[in-house]
């Protein structure tokens, strides 16, 4: 178990600006490099991770569904977990319990779990690096 | 109606989506018979850089297959007769050479990006 811990904090909804990849390549990178990674998502972020999220095809492009292949934000998220779990590192989400009633996206994929301001404040206090990929 | 399409916020979501979604709209909106062009402001015109590479993203075990290719899809807005201009201040400020440039692209000055208003019935901002 690494004790290096990096808290992230993201607020943007998906697919509508880049500051959100941006801080999914270092949550990558955190990972990659063997630290543990606690994300917490509010207000529009919360739909991140959004269980119902579904690709499309892409007509102007001449791409069927198939060939398209939408990246979905819950699957980048799956797939974090999955590399932590193969390291042995920690990748703990949590979505603000409010701003997932606010948008009605509770259905969210597993590993994600609803909490609040609170446990940001937690991980503030006991991580070794604040990343706010946001603004 | 015709409506001019300015594009000042460039890259905005280009990873997640695949394309620029305004550039996307406005495509859609010529397939329906609307009267649209296009102007690059800002940060925007770098869309008309050609040979842009967006590759390489993944996450974990998920790699991205069709990352965005702006010059392409500026290049096919062009073919499908929508006139793409760029403000040439922009684009000088930004270093940019003109080989390296969209040959379709039309670049305007600042002052004729204001009387290029007069050919429109709509200004629309994105």
């Not at chain 1, 880049?18 to 543990?36: D, H, I, P, Q, S």
């Not at chain 1, 007509?59 to 999955?82: C, D, M, N, S, Y």
């Not at chain 2, 695949?18 to 397939?31: A, G």
Request: some cysteine.
């Amino acid at each position: 178990m690494s004790d290096t811990t990096l808290t992230f904090l993201i607020m943007d909804a998906p697919f509508e600006q880049a500051r959100t990849t941006t801080a999914f390549r270092m949550m990558e990178a955190a990972l990659e490099k063997g630290y543990n990674v606690n994300v917490f998502a509010y207000e529009g972020g919360v739909s991140l991770s959004f269980a119902l999220q579904q690709p499309h095809a892409n007509a102007v492009h001449g791409r069927t569904f198939e060939e398209e292949q939408h990246p979905l934000t819950r699957e980048w998220i799956a797939a974090l977990h999955k590399k932590a779990q193969e390291k042995g590192l920690v990748f703990d989400w949590v979505n603000c319990g409010l701003c997932v009633d606010e948008r009605g996206v509770n259905e969210a994929i597993d590993g994600c779990r609803r909490g609040g301001p609170r446990d940001f404040l937690g991980w503030a206090n006991q991580s070794n690096s604040l990343v706010i990929g946001t603004r | 109606m015709k409506a001019l399409q300015i594009i000042q916020s460039g890259y905005r979501c280009t990873i997640e989506e695949q394309d620029d979604p305004v550039i996307w709209f406005i495509q859609v909106l010529k397939t329906a018979e609307g009267e649209v062009d296009i102007v690059l402001r800002g940060n925007a015109v770098n869309y008309a850089v050609i040979s842009q590479d967006a590759s390489g993203l993944s996450f974990g075990t998920w790699t991205q297959t069709q990352p965005s290719k702006m010059d392409q899809d500026l290049q096919q807005a062009i073919d499908q007769g929508i006139t793409v201009y760029a403000i040439a201040e922009d684009i000088a400020i930004r270093g940019i050479p003109e080989s390296k440039l969209l040959t379709g692209i039309k670049q305007i000055s600042r002052l004729e990006f204001a009387n290029l208003f007069n050919n429109y019935d709509q200004v629309w901002t994105w």
